[in-house]
């Protein structure tokens, strides 16, 4: 009875939960429209969209070049990224596979992280391979490989990717297993903002601008406290996220930052699926960077 009264209440909520269950099934504009106002209590506006998220699912129906796809998948994109900023950026890959079964753990160190390329799940940290759940992990990425993460958003990078399991290297920052990411937010080469967050249970995001000035932006998540300290590298990776970003409108480069080396991390097209509302500044400041002129329609 109380779901009932409450569907009657926030109809919004109930045809958003409608849309999840049934979302491969939803028309893309459909879909957006209906999960954006139940995310952001307003309209979504694509025949003029102003505002950053608005533009990011803009750019989600009418921007969808066919290198989005290669860029998208974690493994093909470490060729692109050798070629335009050099190897030693790239986390080093131990092999790739179409199947949990396929993969030669004998030829794993006995340190690895599995993921897969497709996906946006959290990946699989083998610290030790002798303790490692085969029979889990098996179940997990066989769960994992089946899905499509298009669905979900409707970003579609995602949508073409051959499904594969790739294992890398394990990286330590020597924080533990909270691997810190510096994502950059950038627009057509030049990068604005970036912020830090963790790989921890409990999510933090501290904003700054391209000088390391603290900004007020948020997703709703709360702000590691004290301020981070300038990262030693942060000029080498704000120049490394404008030779990546070149020709998008925009695009988050991610690195992480490893006993004094840079390695690149990934690309996200659309910051947080573009369903993570900011404050109103924000929305509209950096949705003023975007230049959707720039697409060919």
């Not at 009264?5 to 999840?20: M, N, R, V």
């Not at 459909?30 to 533009?55: D, S, T």
């Not at 794993?108 to 799940?121: A, G, W």
Request: proline share 5%; charged share 25%; with cysteine.
């Amino acid at each position: 009875m109380k779901s009932v009264k409450y569907c009657i209440q926030h109809p919004s909520h109930f045809l958003l939960w409608i849309a999840f269950v049934f979302k491969n099934f939803f028309p893309d504009m459909l879909y957006l429209k209906i999960v954006y106002r139940a995310r952001f209590g307003c309209k979504l506006n694509l025949n003029n969209p102003k505002g950053f998220n608005e533009k990011l699912n803009w750019l989600k129906l009418y921007n969808q070049n066919h290198i989005y796809t290669v860029l998208a998948d974690k493994f093909a994109v470490k060729q692109y990224v050798k070629k335009t900023i050099g190897e030693k950026y790239v986390v080093p890959c131990y092999g790739v596979w179409k199947s949990f079964d396929e993969i030669e753990f004998s030829k794993l160190p006995q340190q690895f992280v599995l993921k897969t390329n497709h996906d946006s799940s959290g990946a699989v940290i083998c610290l030790d391979k002798s303790k490692f759940d085969y029979q889990g992990k098996r179940t997990f990425f066989n769960k994992v490989l089946k899905r499509n993460w298009f669905y979900q958003l409707r970003e579609w990078p995602y949508k073409n990717i051959p499904h594969q399991i790739l294992a890398e290297q394990y990286l330590d920052d020597g924080t533990g297993t909270e691997l810190r990411d510096y994502k950059f937010w950038c627009f057509n080469g030049v990068p604005k903002v970036m912020y830090i967050t963790n790989k921890g249970k409990e999510i933090y995001e501290n904003f700054y601008d391209m000088d390391f000035k603290p900004l007020d932006i948020d997703h709703g998540f709360p702000r590691k406290t004290p301020e981070y300290a300038m990262p030693s590298h942060f000029g080498e990776m704000k120049k490394l996220a404008s030779q990546l970003s070149k020709g998008f409108p925009f695009i988050r480069v991610d690195f992480f930052l490893i006993k004094e080396n840079v390695y690149f991390g990934e690309f996200t097209f659309y910051d947080w699926g573009g369903m993570k509302p900011l404050n109103k500044k924000w929305e509209e400041r950096a949705g003023t960077w975007i230049n959707l002129s720039m697409i060919r329609r």
